[in-house]
């Protein structure tokens, strides 16, 4: 049922053992504002997507594995309430849920599904999330000179180390970050110095690379530091999403996620 509705907008979600747990509309922190969002837990990924028609079609599917997340709960903070992360390897998002009694329910079930993937295949809960991306309107200047205005010219862009909203000469560097992608990524000026004195002391220390490094993002590829190459799909968006600014629709935030 939940395959049909994403129609040919998603993936075959029929596996030999899935089933579905729990459903409901949860509100996603999207880059520019929350944004309600179909979610439906099954015992081994969580799949969310966008709403065309209430319980009947969806689209934009996204699929997480469950065995890669870990859950945060989050503090109330103004009209943000009940709300907690869903944090993987390559991205990371808030999500609230309409009451505290709801938020409790999800939370629990999501963790009780982890537990069991983990336990039956005996592996590891992952240990490095990507940041969650802080959004747009909380950052009327860059979060790191603290000077830059934001505008049509001067765009924000998204260290991928910390998720603080940045400008561009803040955020000119790239650095390796592994579990999230193959190419280098832009970060922020003080994630870079942080990273590259990381990699530094890796390198000093020797005897090859750690598996922790490697996760960390500490992966020795020369030259890739300041490299000037091609941006990850989602710098690709982020020039979209430029072009679309301006416009009140809502089109263009969700090729983030
Ligand atoms: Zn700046
Ligand atoms: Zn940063």
Known sequence: MVESCFGSSGQPLAVPGRVLVGEGVLTKMCRKKPKARQFFLFNDILVYGN???NKKKYNKQHIIPLEEVKLESL???????NGWLICTASKSFAVYAATSTEKQEWMAHINKCIEDLLRKSGKKAVQVHAAVWV??????VCMHCKKTQFNVISRRHHCRKCGAVVCGPCSSKRFLLPSQSSKPLRVCLTCYDVLSRMKAQQ???????????LRDGMKDRSGSADSSGEEDSDEEDENNLSRGQGDSAATHEEVYY
């Not at 503090?75 to 309430?81: A, S």
């Not at 959004?135 to 009327?140: T, V």
Request: glycine share 8%; aromatic share 0%.
């Open 203 to 213: 390198s000093n220390n020797a005897s090859g690379l750690t598996a922790e490094a």
């Open 75 to 81: 503090e109330d903070d103004g009209q943000l309430r």
């Open 51 to 53: 709403i065309v028609l």
């Open 135 to 140: 959004p747009d309107s909380e950052a009327p």
